[in-house]
């Protein structure tokens, strides 16, 4: 067992491989039964037999009770040590056969993983677990190391995952040298890798996308932070007996437990990409756009080469940069009117790339934009039209009005919100085009006092990002209140020339009860700050509140009505974002909770909740209805309830999970069993036994 570690959290791991095995033979998960065939195929033999030693095949051959079929065999079926081709795997009837197509290596334990792959031909049920092994040499090695790998940020399970271990591990060993023993992760997220000799070993798990069994860049990775020393332990273990009338007895016998079997992986990836130009364009005749391949720290610097008056111009004297917040999506609004009716540019533009030392340089690349106007179709104008009068007079005063050309370009306004306005949120107006000037004057808020509009004092402060959202209107604002925003015409002129006409937005902003507001106790993490995310069914934050340390909750206001559920990250460097791992760094990414059941927020409703982060174990804190990864149901299994039936009178749904929590295992599902209560092995130690 590893040992040491930090002890900044405790996190139970529900689940645990069986390892109740006497022999180190084929590895069988077989659940209950039933009246229909739930049951999975029954491994019969195979040549050459498990176990074997002295041996050096190159086909193996397994046959089992009943008609089989294997399922993407060429992903999920994996030989240990690995090997450079992969094997070649079939089956036919009640037979299964594996062709080994690189050279074995002498006095080595190799394992075939079959994973999840193999299920029977008529009801799909699924033979998870299963592996044949084989020695070279005199001896065969035993050992193994299990545990389920999660995916950091969202812990959804990891299916179909590389998890491999270093006997003799480096700093440069994950990047450039195969794992000495691997497996794959099932569709729970379970893995173990069988056959280890003594020794200790480093531990990862790798979404290996070309194969080449160690770890790229740019692929998701985990990590365990100590070395993992696996071992055997003797226990008793109780097998149920059922005679032909169905009576049922109790058999204790003695088996072995391999250990560990609660090792957890949260797998995250750098984000790292490449930094390049990847795209420019010239989209309208009034802009252009750059895109770069990563976020970028500074902004490219980019000048006229020719095709327009003044050469060696730099960019912001001609033109208005709209960006967003990583820098790497540029679109600049061209404002000099000699550059707009250029056909052709040709730009220099410099800015950071990545070489092939992976390191940021400065580079210059000199690209050619071109817009050509289409063609309009020449369209027969009615006489009627040639002769309408292009002005309008008043009937009663004879003033005369005249009307602009029917193709004219008018600066348009929009509200960002609706005839309803939520408390809490921003005011925004946006223009079609970029702002030359802009009369404030002409700006007027009213709010219904009475049936009389009134006056109301605002401020606006406009969007240093984006040009095109014309201000955040701030005012003391009434709850419940109806209001008016007006913007004159003429009151505001395009970099392009157009005016804006009248502009009119009426709404109503909502009452505080028809919200809900909730209130999260969070015991035993007072020293910490954490940050608590309010999410939808498709797992998207729908509001965020931060629980600084030295305080135990966390609150969240003014939140409309709906059926949400919780996440939680523990915010280490205390910068208010979930934050991934380094590789180089070994930095862990920051860990991750769910509250396991749903919540009903309620119009009007002041909750107050308690979530101990630590009571559910990890891998079964996510609730059903938002994980992503679902596992297969067999046939006839229903999937566990949402949390939203039955509700009780207080709101919350009941326990997804049918009121399973860490003291239990999952009980054979899937060919797996748990022994629990387990202590969970994280990836930094800091585990606890048995809460």
């Given at each position: 067992?590893a040992?040491?570690?930090k002890?900044?959290?405790?996190?139970?791991?529900?689940?645990?491989?069986?390892?109740?095995?006497?022999a180190a033979?084929?590895?069988?998960g077989?659940?209950?039964g039933?009246?229909?065939?739930?049951?999975?195929p029954?491994?019969v033999?195979?040549?050459?037999a498990?176990?074997?030693?002295?041996?050096?095949p190159t086909k193996?051959?397994?046959y089992?009770?009943?008609?089989?079929q294997l399922?993407?065999?060429?992903s999920?079926?994996?030989?240990?040590?690995?090997?450079?081709?992969?094997?070649q795997?079939?089956?036919?009837?009640?037979r299964?056969?594996?062709?080994?197509r690189?050279?074995l290596k002498?006095n080595?334990t190799?394992?075939?993983d079959?994973?999840?792959?193999?299920?029977?031909?008529n009801?799909?049920?699924?033979l998870?677990?299963?592996?044949?092994?084989?020695?070279?040499g005199?001896d065969?090695?035993?050992?193994?190391?299990?545990?389920?790998?999660l995916?950091?940020?969202?812990l959804?399970?990891a299916q179909?995952m590389l998890?491999?271990v270093y006997?003799?591990?480096?700093?440069t060993?994950?990047t450039?040298?195969p794992?000495?023993?691997v497996?794959?992760?099932n569709?729970?997220?379970?893995?173990t890798i069988?056959n280890?000799?003594e020794?200790?070993?480093r531990i990862f798990?790798?979404?290996?996308?070309?194969?080449d069994n160690h770890?790229?860049r740019s692929?998701?990775?985990?990590?365990?932070?100590?070395?993992?020393?696996p071992s055997v332990?003797?226990i008793e273990?109780t097998?149920?007996?059922y005679s032909?009338?169905?009576a049922d007895s109790?058999?204790?016998?003695?088996?072995?437990?391999y250990l560990?079997?609660?090792?957890?992986?949260?797998?995250?990836?750098?984000?790292?990409?490449p930094?390049?130009?990847?795209?420019y364009k010239r989209p309208?005749?009034?802009?252009?756009?750059?895109?770069?391949?990563?976020p970028?720290?500074?902004?490219?610097q980019?000048?006229?080469?020719?095709?327009?008056?003044g050469?060696g111009?730099d960019i912001?004297?001609w033109?208005?940069l709209q960006k967003n917040?990583?820098?790497d999506?540029?679109?600049?609004?061209?404002a000099?009117?000699?550059?707009?009716?250029?056909?052709s540019?040709r730009?220099d533009?410099?800015y950071?790339?990545?070489?092939?030392l992976?390191?940021l340089?400065?580079?210059?690349?000199?690209?050619r934009?071109?817009?050509?106007d289409?063609?309009e179709?020449?369209?027969?104008k009615?006489?009627?039209?040639e002769?309408k009068?292009?002005f309008t007079v008043d009937?009663?005063?004879g003033?005369?009005?005249?009307l602009?050309?029917?193709?004219?370009?008018?600066?348009?306004f929009?509200?960002?919100?609706?005839t309803t306005?939520?408390?809490?949120?921003?005011?925004?107006?946006?223009?079609?085009?970029p702002?030359?000037?802009?009369?404030?004057?002409?700006?007027?808020l009213?709010?219904?006092?009475?049936?009389?509009?009134?006056?109301?004092?605002f401020t606006?402060?406009?969007?240093?990002?984006n040009?095109?959202q014309?201000?955040?209107?701030d005012?003391t604002?009434?709850p419940?209140?109806?209001y008016?925003?007006t913007i004159?015409?003429l009151?505001a002129?395009?970099i392009?020339g157009?005016?804006?006409?009248p502009?009119?937005?009426?709404?109503?902003?909502?009452?505080?009860?028809?919200?809900?507001?909730?209130?999260i106790?969070?015991?035993?993490?007072d020293?910490?700050?954490a940050?608590?995310?309010?999410i939808n069914?498709s797992?998207?934050?729908?509001?965020?509140?931060v629980?600084?340390?030295?305080?135990?909750?966390?609150d969240?206001k003014l939140?409309?009505?709906g059926?949400y559920?919780?996440r939680?990250?523990?915010?280490?460097?205390?910068?208010?974002?979930w934050?991934?791992g380094?590789?180089?760094e070994?930095l862990?990414?920051e860990?991750?909770?769910?509250?396991?059941?749903?919540?009903?927020?309620?119009?009007n409703w002041?909750i107050e909740?308690d979530?101990?982060?630590?009571?559910?174990?990890?891998?079964a804190?996510?609730?059903y209805?938002?994980k992503?990864?679902?596992?297969k149901?067999?046939?006839?299994?229903?999937?566990p309830?949402d949390g939203?039936?039955?509700?009780?009178e207080d709101?919350?749904?009941?326990n997804p999970f049918?009121g399973r929590?860490a003291?239990?295992?999952?009980g054979?599902?899937?060919g797996?069993g748990g022994?629990g209560?387990?202590?969970?092995r994280?990836a930094?130690?800091s585990?606890?036994n048995?809460?």
């Amino acid at each position: 067992m590893a040992g040491g570690g930090k002890t900044k959290g405790m996190r139970l791991l529900l689940w645990a491989t069986l390892g109740v095995l006497a022999a180190a033979c084929a590895s069988i998960g077989r659940p209950e039964g039933g009246a229909r065939d739930e049951t999975p195929p029954v491994f019969v033999r195979s040549d050459p037999a498990p176990g074997s030693r002295n041996v050096m095949p190159t086909k193996i051959t397994a046959y089992f009770d009943e008609n089989i079929q294997l399922e993407d065999a060429f992903s999920k079926v994996i030989v240990s040590p690995p090997q450079k081709t992969p094997p070649q795997v079939s089956a036919n009837g009640h037979r299964l056969t594996a062709e080994l197509r690189d050279t074995l290596k002498p006095n080595t334990t190799y394992t075939i993983d079959f994973a999840d792959a193999i299920k029977d031909l008529n009801e799909g049920n699924i033979l998870d677990g299963f592996a044949l092994d084989f020695s070279t040499g005199p001896d065969i090695d035993t050992l193994r190391i299990s545990g389920v790998v999660l995916q950091a940020e969202n812990l959804e399970p990891a299916q179909g995952m590389l998890v491999g271990v270093y006997s003799n591990y480096t700093d440069t060993s994950i990047t450039k040298v195969p794992f000495d023993r691997v497996a794959r992760t099932n569709q729970l997220g379970q893995f173990t890798i069988r056959n280890l000799p003594e020794g200790q070993y480093r531990i990862f798990a790798v979404n290996d996308l070309n194969r080449d069994n160690h770890w790229d860049r740019s692929e998701d990775i985990a990590f365990y932070d100590d070395v993992i020393v696996p071992s055997v332990e003797s226990i008793e273990v109780t097998d149920t007996l059922y005679s032909s009338t169905g009576a049922d007895s109790l058999n204790v016998r003695q088996g072995i437990r391999y250990l560990p079997n609660d090792v957890l992986l949260t797998w995250f990836n750098e984000n790292y990409k490449p930094s390049y130009l990847a795209d420019y364009k010239r989209p309208e005749r009034r802009k252009i756009s750059l895109t770069f391949a990563a976020p970028q720290d500074t902004l490219p610097q980019v000048t006229i080469v020719d095709g327009a008056p003044g050469a060696g111009r730099d960019i912001s004297e001609w033109a208005l940069l709209q960006k967003n917040a990583t820098l790497d999506s540029l679109v600049y609004w061209i404002a000099d009117t000699a550059v707009v009716a250029s056909d052709s540019l040709r730009l220099d533009v410099r800015y950071q790339k990545t070489d092939t030392l992976d390191r940021l340089v400065w580079t210059s690349d000199t690209l050619r934009f071109f817009f050509r106007d289409q063609k309009e179709k020449k369209k027969k104008k009615k006489k009627d039209d040639e002769d309408k009068p292009r002005f309008t007079v008043d009937s009663i005063t004879g003033d005369t009005t005249f009307l602009p050309p029917p193709d004219m370009e008018y600066l348009g306004f929009s509200a960002k919100s609706g005839t309803t306005q939520e408390l809490g949120v921003p005011l925004l107006i946006e223009s079609s085009l970029p702002l030359a000037t802009l009369d404030s004057a002409a700006i007027k808020l009213v709010t219904m006092v009475d049936t009389i509009w009134t006056p109301v004092g605002f401020t606006m402060r406009p969007d240093s990002v984006n040009p095109l959202q014309l201000n955040r209107i701030d005012a003391t604002w009434t709850p419940g209140g109806k209001y008016k925003l007006t913007i004159d015409s003429l009151a505001a002129v395009s970099i392009y020339g157009p005016w804006n006409r009248p502009f009119e937005h009426q709404f109503t902003l909502k009452q505080p009860e028809d919200y809900a507001n909730l209130k999260i106790n969070l015991p035993g993490l007072d020293s910490l700050q954490a940050v608590v995310e309010l999410i939808n069914n498709s797992d998207a934050v729908v509001k965020r509140a931060v629980k600084p340390a030295g305080q135990s909750f966390a609150d969240m206001k003014l939140i409309t009505p709906g059926k949400y559920y919780l996440r939680l990250f523990i915010d280490d460097n205390r910068n208010g974002k979930w934050d991934t791992g380094n590789m180089a760094e070994l930095l862990q990414p920051e860990e991750v909770y769910y509250y396991s059941k749903g919540l009903n927020l309620k119009k009007n409703w002041d909750i107050e909740q308690d979530w101990d982060i630590y009571e559910v174990a990890v891998d079964a804190q996510k609730p059903y209805a938002i994980k992503k990864n679902k596992p297969k149901l067999k046939r006839g299994e229903k999937a566990p309830t949402d949390g939203f039936e039955n509700e009780d009178e207080d709101g919350f749904g009941n326990n997804p999970f049918g009121g399973r929590d860490a003291t239990g295992g999952f009980g054979g599902r899937g060919g797996m069993g748990g022994f629990g209560p387990n202590g969970l092995r994280r990836a930094d130690n800091s585990g606890l036994n048995a809460r």
